[in-house]
T-cell receptor, first 114, second 113 residues
Framework: GQNIDQPTEMTATEGAIVQINCTYQTSGFNGLFWYQQHAGEAPTFLSYNVLDGLEEKGRFSSFLSRSKGYSYLLLKELQMKDSASYLCAVRDHLRGSTLGRLYFGRGTQLTVWP | DAMVIQNPRYQVTQFGKPVTLSCSQTLNHNVMYWYQQKSSQAPKLLFHYYDKDFNNEADTPDNFQSRRPNTSFCFLDIRSPGLGDAAMYLC????????????FGPGTRLTVL
């Protein structure tokens, strides 16, 4: 099985930087995803890491350390529209397949204040 | 625009009355998934199709069934909904290749009276 842990809530102000951490324990690792989910809407893809290191995409960056079972999502120059839930998801390995199941954390509810 | 569509967006049913949720995609993806997401909880995978191959999660109740008549459409059937089945049901698709992300539909919020 999978065990994915991330903080329940975080707050920050407009223009600031926030880091959302995610730790995981998995029986087989095949990549880590970050999704953004606004209230009542579907999750939307933000980033994907499968190798150690930092992936940067505009205001958002994601870091992975496989040996530590740890990832973070870094959001820079926060805007009000960034208020949402941020879901960390780990994909496992299905033997003989590139496909794996995606296991989601409960999400971190980020509130951005003016 | 290529997308994942779910109908209806809101569904109300009565306790024990069968209900079907639908999902369609214009992405021509090989894989389609159904997730259940309860309030303030993580999306939980119920099952997925890789083309016509059906894969059920071990802890998905027998009350939940799925059909995929063709590449574009996938249905979630709840045979006898209970109060505990009230949730958001998310459909997602992916190409089925290594590293690809899943694209989610807007979800159907199910209420059981």
């Amino acid at each position: 099985g999978q065990n994915i842990d991330q903080p329940t809530e975080m707050t920050a102000t407009e223009g600031a930087i926030v880091q959302i951490n995610c730790t995981y324990q998995t029986s087989g690792f095949n990549g880590l995803f970050w999704y953004q989910q606004h209230a009542g809407e579907a999750p939307t893809f933000l980033s994907y890491n499968v190798l150690d290191g930092l992936e940067e995409k505009g205001r958002f960056s994601s870091f992975l350390s496989r040996s530590k079972g740890y990832s973070y999502l870094l959001l820079k120059e926060l805007q009000m529209k960034d208020s949402a839930s941020y879901l960390c998801a780990v994909r496992d390995h299905l033997r003989g397949s590139t496909l794996g199941r995606l296991y989601f954390g409960r999400g971190t509810q980020l509130t951005v204040w003016p | 625009d290529a997308m994942v569509i779910q109908n209806p967006r809101y569904q109300v049913t009565q306790f024990g009355k069968p209900v079907t949720l639908s999902c369609s995609q214009t992405l021509n993806h090989n894989v389609m998934y159904w997730y259940q997401q309860k309030s303030s909880q993580a999306p939980k995978l119920l099952f997925h199709y890789y083309d016509k191959d059906f894969n059920n999660e071990a802890d998905t109740p027998d009350n939940f069934q799925s059909r995929r008549p063709n590449t574009s459409f996938c249905f979630l059937d709840i045979r006898s909904p209970g109060l505990g089945d009230a949730a958001m049901y998310l459909c997602a698709t992916s190409r089925g290749t290594s590293g690809d992300e899943q694209f989610f539909g807007p979800g159907t919020r199910l209420t059981v009276l």
